[in-house]
């Protein structure tokens, strides 16, 4: 990634070689934190570039809140001794496989919010070459990982994870180490065609652009360069998932269930 992200993960990737390293073939120790009751319908499995433990509990509250259970799968490396994949293939077909063994023979349906959205594609992506294809993908909020519009915001991304530390997560070394490590794992990374229906949830609001009037900006909304819906919601990129969590799940669930009713 380049432009105002570029320092961050320039300081993650120096303090990343002290971490040992996920192999291919490896599994990673990312088992799922359950979210909500168990019902009849596709399990939601939300891929968390954010190390182990919960997703923002408003944000996993409300996507609870609907008629399937909700597990959060971490990504590895996010807390200390925890190993980094040594490839993005690595860490692909570990979440691919713990995916798999979460679902257990279930409907899956594949979150990733942000970044996570890489992840929820690509393990898609892997899952069906395995001979399993998810119900559907759904991306929240979640630009490719060369989107110019990420070097406008890059800041206010930054700013936005620190103001939330502590009450979320704490942005220890460890923390910061794997973000660095995974962007640079990510940055040149170009999506797959796949399959599987996929949902693209797009906020309605920027986050701040600094000196930058947004109509000196292209459309900075998030983006996804191949096959997919898209559903607006209230909030920025943060708040989304936080204040409007539960307009948000709705929106999510809504779409799931015409899916399903489409017989996709």
């Known amino acids: 990634m380049e ?30 934190a359950q ?7 596709p399990v ?5 570039p954010g190390g182990r433990g919960h997703p923002p509990v408003r944000a996993v509250r409300g996507l609870a809140a609907g008629p399937r259970d909700v597990s959060a799968l971490a990504l590895p490396g996010f807390g200390r001794g925890e190993p980094l994949p040594e490839t993005a293939d690595a860490v692909v077909a570990a979440q691919a496989e713990a995916v798999a063994k979460a679902a257990d ?5 594949l979150l990733g919010s942000s ?16 001979g399993i294809r ?15 519009i990420l070097n406008q915001f890059g800041l206010s991304l930054m700013d936005g994870m620190t103001e939330r530390e502590g009450v979320f997560v704490t942005m220890d070394d460890a923390r910061l180490s794997a973000m660095g490590w995974y ?36 459309d900075w909304r998030s983006f996804w360069e191949l096959p997919h ?21 709705q929106a999510i669930e809504d779409w799931l269930e015409r899916l399903e009713r489409d017989g996709a």
């Open 44 to 48: 939601l499995l939300l891929l968390v």
């Open 134 to 148: 998810p119900t559907a993908v759904v991306l929240v909020d979640t630009y490719v990982p060369k989107s110019s």
């Open 229 to 249: 819906d898209i559903v607006d919601v209230r909030g920025n990129h943060f708040t989304m998932m936080e204040d409007h969590s539960l307009p948000t799940a």
């Open 35 to 41: 979210q909500g009751p168990g019902r009849a319908a």
């Open 183 to 218: 962007l640079n794992l990510f940055g040149a990374w170009d999506p797959e065609p796949i399959e599987t229906p996929t949902l693209l949830v797009r906020a309605l609001e920027p986050l701040s652009t600094g000196s930058l009037k947004l109509e000196e900006l292209p």
């Open 115 to 130: 970044a996570g959205g890489w992840f929820a594609h690509a393990a898609a992506g892997h899952l069906e070459r395995m």
């Open 105 to 109: 023979g279930q409907p899956i349906v």
């Open 3 to 32: 432009g105002n992200l570029r320092p961050a993960a320039r300081h993650g990737g120096a303090a990343a070689p002290v971490q040992r390293r996920l192999r291919p073939g490896e599994a990673a120790d990312a088992g799922p």
